[in-house]
């Protein structure tokens, strides 16, 4: 059981890495679905995922606003 545990949130920081490149490189809809995707596993939010969330929703309610 510790195993598969750890080689579950080895694989989630691997997704949150990938989604931060992503980001990085203007891809933001390939990026959201990978947050998306962590903050469904992770419900009390470990691996900090929901900021990442919330600051690409500020940036597109400002995007909209602009």
């Given at each position: ?7 579950l949130?080895?694989?989630?920081l691997?997704l ?6 992503l ?8 990026a ?6 962590i903050?469904e ?26």
């Open positions: 059981v510790m195993r598969s545990i750890g080689l949130r080895f694989h989630l691997a949150k890495g990938s989604a931060v490149i980001l990085r490189l203007g891809r933001i809809d390939e959201r679905h990978r947050l998306e995707k903050a596993i992770d419900e009390r939010d470990a691996l900090g995922v929901s900021s990442l969330l919330a600051t690409l929703a500020a940036r597109e309610a400002a995007t909209a606003d602009a």
